[in-house]
């Protein structure tokens, strides 16, 4: 009975891996390139599903997404990406995203922490540029705000305000294909400038180091950190369905996706685990 069981078993795993084999293309090629931190796109009906991030490619030049662990905590988020010239080797897009939280929801989290409705807006041009069939070099800008309305009571945050947090980037990603399954990468970041402005009273608490306080009407450059910079290598391996990419770097940590920097410089551990079909 047990042989007969295991049997069963070992064929039902056996047909949801040809099924889903059979409906992927996952190979660095010229068709499927990274699409991280670089102008590219999902290919037309192709779907990703990962652990951070879930993304659909409408057609060629077009993906729509949204991240997972905001949901979490209850962050309504969305961002479509466009790809709107595509000249080999030459690649243009522009991404945007959008963010939603109610602080009132969050009461499984923290007590009482208060009625604040924030908002997160991203902008981020990118450019890409092949160098042959092996190595290729993307840059972005990307600019993002969050604004909040409210009152906040949370370990990181405690006031009543109206206002935002703003901050301006730079990154750069350098790709080489050493095969068609394995890719090594290259991400440089720097902070360009990170602003504070609100109206009310504010204390900010970005890490246990750092303690910011904004008065009524004031806008404030205490996070915008001097030298501020993170660069991490990693390793893109890309099969038939499953994609991992693993690396660690240093400098300051950015939280993705609100692009927040963190103050303080240190190891950045990078892991993304996701399957395309």
Do not use: C
């Amino acid at each position: 009975m047990q042989v007969r069981r295991r049997s069963k078993l070992q064929l039902l795993v056996a047909g949801a891996l040809l099924l889903s084999a059979g409906h992927a293309f996952g190979y660095h090629s010229d068709a499927e390139r990274l699409t991280d931190d670089t102008a590219y796109t999902l290919s037309g009906k192709r779907l990703r599903l990962g652990v951070f991030k879930l993304q659909y490619g409408i057609w060629d030049p077009l993906t729509v997404g949204t991240y997972t662990l905001p949901w979490v905590v209850r962050t309504a988020n969305l961002h479509v990406k466009w790809r709107y010239y595509f000249d080999d080797p030459w690649a243009l897009a522009l991404q945007v995203g959008g963010y939603r939280l109610d602080v009132s929801k969050l009461e499984l989290f923290e007590d009482e922490p208060g009625d604040a409705v924030i908002t997160v807006g991203t902008f981020e041009p990118s450019v890409s540029y092949r160098f042959g069939s092996r190595f290729s070099l993307s840059a972005s800008v990307p600019y993002t705000e969050v604004r909040a309305k409210g009152t906040l009571n949370t370990k990181a945050f405690e006031g009543g305000l109206s206002g935002a947090v703003d901050n301006l980037q730079v990154t750069s990603t350098l790709e080489w294909r050493v095969s068609r399954v394995t890719a090594l990468v290259v991400h440089a970041r720097y902070l360009v400038f990170q602003r504070v402005f609100a109206d009310g009273r504010a204390v900010l608490r970005p890490d246990d180091y750092t303690t910011v306080v904004i008065e009524a009407d004031a806008e404030s450059d205490a996070l915008n950190f001097t030298d501020a910079w993170s660069v991490v290598p990693a390793a893109a391996f890309s099969w038939r369905t499953f994609n991992l990419r693993v690396g660690v770097g240093y400098g300051n940590w950015n939280i993705a996706p609100v692009n927040f920097v963190l103050p303080k410089k240190t190891l950045i551990p990078e892991l993304d685990v996701f399957w395309a079909f």
